[in-house]
C-alpha cells in the first residue's frame, strides 16, 4: 500500500525523441506526485509536480500525465537531450501533515547524442 | 550560496567505528529530513524534523541518532558501524514539511564507506 511502483529501470532514447517514464500507485490517500531528476554525484532536485485533481501539466519538454482512476501517472520528456540525461525518481505524498514521500525505484536515462 | 549543504563529502571508515555526518541549511526552512540511497539508487527518508523536533523515524537501527541543535542544523550520528551502513546519505529541507506542494531541496550528498 506504501510502495510507488516505477518503470522502466533504464531508458536509452536518440536525441529529439520522446522519453517515457511510468510509475502507479496503490494508496489512494496519495495527494501530491513529484517528479526529482538526480544527476551522477548529485542530490535529487525537483524537476516538476501534480495533484491528483489534475490529469496534465506542462513545464516546458516535461510532462506530467496523471489518470486517478487507473492510479498511473507518467513523465514524458519531448525532445530529449543529451543533458537529460539522469536517473528519475517519482514520488508520492499521502496528504498534508505526513512530512514525507514515497520514492519509486528510479530510472537511469540516457539520452545519445 | 549553497542552500542545503553536507559535510563531509565522502567519508570512509572500518566496521565498528562511530561517524558523524553534519547538515545545514540557509534556506529559514522548518523542516529537515536524512534520506539513505543505496547501491541501486533506492531512496528512502530516514528521518524527518520540524522545527528541531523529530516527526518521522523510519525504523531505522538505533545505533543512527539524529540531532538537530537548532532549525537550520540536522546531524546523524552513527554508532558501531555495519557494513550495510554504506551508502549515499542526503539531507534535505523544505518550508514546512506538513503543507502537501513543499519542495524538498537536497544537499548534495555524503558517500559513506564502511571497510
Known amino acids: 500500500q506504501q510502495q510507488v511502483k516505477q518503470s522502466p529501470q533504464s531508458l536509452i532514447v536518440q536525441k529529439g525523441g520522446i522519453s517515457i517514464i511510468n510509475c502507479a500507485y496503490e494508496?489512494?490517500?496519495?495527494?501530491?506526485f513529484p517528479w526529482y531528476q538526480q544527476f551522477p554525484g548529485k542530490g535529487p532536485a525537483l524537476l516538476i509536480a501534480i495533484r491528483p485533481d489534475v490529469s496534465e501539466k506542462k513545464e516546458g519538454r516535461f510532462t506530467i500525465s496523471f489518470n486517478k482512476s487507473a492510479k498511473q501517472f507518467s513523465l514524458h520528456i519531448m525532445d530529449s537531450q543529451p543533458g537529460d540525461s539522469a536517473t528519475y525518481f517519482c514520488a508520492a505524498q499521502k496528504g498534508a501533515g505526513t512530512y514525507k514521500y514515497i520514492f519509486g525505484t528510479g530510472t537511469r536515462l540516457k539520452v545519445l547524442a | 550560496d549553497t542552500a542545503v549543504s553536507q559535510t563531509p563529502k565522502y567519508l570512509v571508515t572500518q566496521m565498528g567505528n562511530d561517524k558523524s555526518i553534519k547538515c545545514e541549511q540557509n534556506?529559514?526552512?522548518?523542516?529537515m529530513y536524512w534520506y539513505k540511497q543505496d547501491s541501486k539508487k533506492f531512496l528512502k527518508i530516514m528521518f524527518s524534523?520540524?522545527?528541531?523536533?523529530?516527526?518521522i523515524n523510519e525504523t531505522v537501527p538505533n545505533r543512527f541518532s539524529p540531532k538537530s541543535p537548532d532549525k537550520a542544523h540536522l546531524n546523524l550520528h552513527i554508532n558501531s558501524l555495519e557494513l550495510g551502513d554504506s551508502a549515499v546519505y542526503f539531507c534535505a529541507s523544505s518550508l514546512r514539511g506538513g503543507a502537501l506542494t513543499d519542495t524538498q531541496y537536497f544537499g548534495p550528498g555524503t558517500r559513506l564507506t564502511v571497510l
Open positions: 524534523y520540524n522545527n528541531k523536533e523529530l516527526i
Open positions: 494508496n489512494t490517500a496519495f495527494d501530491y
Open positions: 534556506l529559514g526552512h522548518d523542516t
